[in-house]
């Protein structure tokens, strides 16, 4: 496919960004997707400073393809995550989840090409502003935590395309390649992908998660938590004990004392459907089997060859 701003920012074959994501985008992931023409990104959320200095000094050895570090920025020991970040010459940084103000132009001065989460054109242009090498907007099909807007990709990208001026990346509810060409015809330069490669054989998910997300059909994702920080996950026996408290009108600190502090690691890591958190988007519904990245990768390039093709 042709390149575009986003596959020539960061010196890649295909514009297709591998979503950071907590306890699923480790090393493995990472390197699979950039040796696959995409770019990987390690999720630093749920890893110990000294934990991504291993994941980041692992993939270098893994690829020699362009990869970068996610970086959630409601996450504790963030100075010291962004000085592994600089002392390990990662190239790529995608922050989110915070102000982008805080740590663009640090980054920039050790020459990181930083790009930040958006889910409003509010925060595209204070992203911009703020001097980011490229935004990525994400519509609230997404899995994981959400915009409080509830914009989806299809109205998201084009108003944010209408007002920004530095490369935008697409994300939530992209998984194929026919997704790939929409968004692209929206007006995005490239996608950020992440359910899909949640599923992945790469991915550090348990297997058992993996199986639940090829497993959920439309209708079964529920965007929840919202007093907390809105989060798009699979409704299981957690999500009915949320919703029960919210039918009882129960506090913040009720939610905050059943959301506890290991939901996501149960869930989504140590493979408890029951009462751990399920992150994953709406588009899980269109996943139907555990692929490597590199298929995931391929499958979404021919298909986007041959849509546009068929339709243009
Ligand atoms: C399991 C899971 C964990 C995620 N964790 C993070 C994270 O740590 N940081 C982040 O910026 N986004 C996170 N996301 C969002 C992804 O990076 C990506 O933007 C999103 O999944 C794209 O939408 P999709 O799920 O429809 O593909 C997560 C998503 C999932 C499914």
Known sequence: MNSTRISQLFDIQYPIVQGGMVWVSGYKLAAAVSNAGGLGLIGAGSMYPDVLRTHIQKCKKATSKPFGVNVPMLYPNIDEIIAIIIEEEVKIVFTSAGNPNLWTSHLKKHGITVVHVVSSIKFALKAQAAGVDAVVAEGFEAGGHNGREESTTFTLIPMVKEQLHIPLIAAGGIATGRGMLAALVLGADGVQVGSRF?????????????????????????????????????KNEFYTQIEKLHQEHKSVEDLKKLLGKRRLKRGMFEGDLVDGMLEIGQVAGLIHEIQSAKEIVEEMVKEYKEVLQEKF
Do not use: N, Q, Y
Request: glycine share 2%; no cysteine.
């Open 198 to 234: 949640a599923a992945s054989l790469e991915s550090s998910a348990h297997i058992d998660f993996k199986k639940k997300v090829v497993a959920v059909s439309e209708g079964e994702t529920v965007l929840t938590l919202k007093e907390i920080a809105p989060v798009r996950m699979i």
